[in-house]
């Protein structure tokens, strides 16, 4: 063998799809290959980019009900699960998980009005955030909201004046900074300065706040700290200290009956990310349900998580073309139409620490060897457009269809899609054999188009 091809052979086997195993799991558990070909659904990519146009969100209804079943399946039906709409806020995809029940975590007015196009009763609206407006809080009370979950004094006494002037009992809940930082765990869940919630020091003032104001009541308590978790012990030590904080304030005669331990089950985006151990998580449920069963003062306590990555994100992809193909001393180029601006997170700009790359494949070349490094960027004048690093793919061509996996959480709603005027990408919803376009493709003329 020569030292080149033992080079490539090298690269090969660590390098990504289909070689790597992260590629290959994902593609084998949520999508399909005919023919080298990847398929939403059995309905091959390339035909929806004819018929929709390029770049392109492409999202599968069965991957979010599959996720959501998953979910379910393990910490068990004693979990009211919330989806949390910031995540993905097309109002058909909404739709897909309300029609199995789940209800909605919103952060603003249009998410709002999101959550009720997609068809959920409003008293299965969540609405959290640390910089809800009067002009939100009145919007959403006016139309009837589940509960408020609320982050500061102030936005007591705003809740407070807008809710008798309207004359409208509102159902809060007090999102909690919790005192401690998690013990055994990798992950710092809180204990330090943040926007979010009444620091845990000063929650019993809080409660006696809302106790003064006439038209709030106090249904229960918020805890949620951190996203994209993958060790269950971290999420574990959340949902604990959630339920013993909860178990205080009722010891203590604060009838709350609702604790919501937030979202932040994480999925696997890089080579060395192992999925959350969703046995284990069942297990440290079931523990965690049995000792609330067996207190009398959390024995009637219900339960509620929001996750928004983990039902959304595995369901998506992000399919962009190859425009052009060049070298730069030494180093290939792969340039498609689509860039940061329409999957800021595949670029590693949204608040990534360390940049690394999504799992990228080239969609219409699935049988093809990867021995060929490149880098693939978008198309802005910047150097940030970049979600291909040390990528090892089939060696590029012009015409190519990329597809950053993962994509179906924090993806086009993320992005800076104003950024050079380029028409923002549509999405398309594939569901059994209907496809559906569930937000147009926009123009030069009105590059951000409109949901539908
Ligand atoms: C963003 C957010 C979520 C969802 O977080 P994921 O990490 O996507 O599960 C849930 N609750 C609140 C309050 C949020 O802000």
Not at 246 to 262: N, S, Y
Request: proline content about 6%; aromatic content about 6%.
């Amino acid at each position: 063998m020569s030292r080149r091809s033992s080079k490539i052979q090298a690269q090969t086997s660590r390098g990504s799809h289909p070689d790597s195993s992260l590629e290959r799991r994902l593609i084998a558990e949520h999508w399909g290959v005919e023919g080298g070909v990847l398929c939403i659904e059995g309905c091959p990519l390339p035909d929806l980019m004819t018929q929709f146009g390029s770049p392109l969100y492409v999202y599968s209804a069965k991957t979010m009900r599959q996720q959501l079943k998953l979910l379910r399946d393990h910490i068990g039906h004693e979990f009211d699960v919330y989806f949390s709409v910031k995540a993905n806020p097309n109002p058909a995809v909404l739709e897909v998980f309300c029609d199995e029940g789940s209800g909605l975590e919103i952060a603003s007015a249009g998410e709002y009005i999101r959550a009720v196009r997609a068809g959920v009763s409003t008293d299965r609206i969540l609405f959290a955030g640390p910089g809800k407006t009067d002009e939100e809080l009145c919007y959403v009370i006016e139309r009837g909201v589940g509960e408020i979950h609320v982050e500061s004094f102030d936005e007591i006494a705003r809740l407070d004046r807008i809710s008798r002037r309207l004359k409208k009992e509102v159902a809060v809940s007090a999102r909690v900074n919790p005192d401690i930082s998690v013990q055994g765990g990798a992950m710092r869940m809180g204990g330090g300065a943040t926007p979010f919630g009444f620091d845990e020091s000063i929650l019993d003032e809080a409660i006696s706040q809302f106790g003064s104001a006439r038209f709030l009541s106090l249904k229960g308590l918020h805890i949620f700290s951190g996203t994209q978790i993958l060790k269950v012990e971290t999420l574990l030590d959340q949902w604990n200290y959630g339920v013993s904080l909860a178990r205080r304030l009722l010891e203590g005669g604060v009838p709350i009956e609702t604790l919501d331990l937030g979202g932040g089950l994480g999925i696997p985006y890089f080579r060395n990310d192992q999925p959350l151990d969703l046995r284990s998580l069942a297990s440290g449920a079931r523990v965690l349900l049995e000792r609330m069963r067996e207190d009398p003062y959390l024995k009637s306590l219900k339960l509620v998580i929001e996750p928004g990555r983990f039902l959304a994100g595995p369901s998506g992809l992000f399919a962009t073309r190859v425009t052009t193909v060049k070298a730069s001393r030494g180093e290939n180029f792969t340039v498609t139409d689509g860039g940061m601006h329409h999957h800021l997170a595949a670029s590693g700009n949204l608040g990534q620490v360390i940049k690394r790359d999504y799992p990228v494949i080239v969609a219409n070349r699935l049988n093809e060897v990867c021995d060929t490094e490149q880098k693939i960027v978008g198309p802005l004048c910047t150097p940030l457009d970049t979600y291909g690093r040390k990528t090892v793919l089939p060696s590029p061509q012009v015409g190519d269809m990329i597809a950053i996996l993962q994509s179906g959480a924090y993806g086009l709603s993320s992005s800076p899609v104003g950024f050079l005027s380029h028409p923002m990408p549509a999405e398309v919803l594939v569901d059994g054999t209907d496809v559906r376009l569930i937000r147009p493709r926009g123009t030069f003329e009105q590059p951000i188009s409109p949901l539908p």
